[in-house]
């Protein structure tokens, strides 16, 4: 599968942006899909992740109740709207793709095995 990610910007403190992620060569149904973010001289962190029928939801502290991930069955698409962004959401966002779910682990743990570009989101106070 590829995965190509979209939807970055520079906004203000507050702002909120709804990035995509769409995937070509295979189903979106078949993955247990995941964004994350990599800041400047950061590691890569996990930030949400989605399982499509077991309606497996997983959310980093730092963004639960302002980030939402959703999935577009039609669209072959998982999205993630951003709200109230502050400075330190700024990163590059990737979106992923794992090929095993084993049960009762946190998405968050599970390995991605495909990955796809980036899209930066730049947050300014």
């Known amino acids: 599968v590829q995965l190509q990610a979209s939807g970055g910007g520079s906004v203000q403190a507050g702002d909120s942006l709804r990035l995509s992620c769409t995937a070509s060569?295979?189903?979106?149904?078949?993955?247990?899909m995941g964004w994350f973010r990599q800041a400047p001289g950061k590691e890569r962190e996990f930030v949400a992740g989605t399982m499509w029928g077991r309606s497996v939801i997983d959310y980093a502290d730092s963004v639960k109740g302002r980030f939402t991930i959703s999935r577009d069955g039609a669209k072959n698409a998982v999205h993630l709207q951003t709200n109230s962004l502050n400075p330190e959401d700024s990163a590059v966002y990737y979106c992923?793709?794992?090929?095993?779910?084993?049960?009762?682990?946190?998405?968050?743990?599970?390995?991605?095995?495909?990955w796809g570009r980036g899209t930066l989101v730049t947050v300014s106070s």
């Open positions: 992923a793709a794992a090929t095993r779910y084993r049960v009762g682990t946190k998405l968050r743990n599970l390995d991605y095995n495909y």
């Open positions: 060569g295979d189903r979106i149904t078949n993955y247990v």
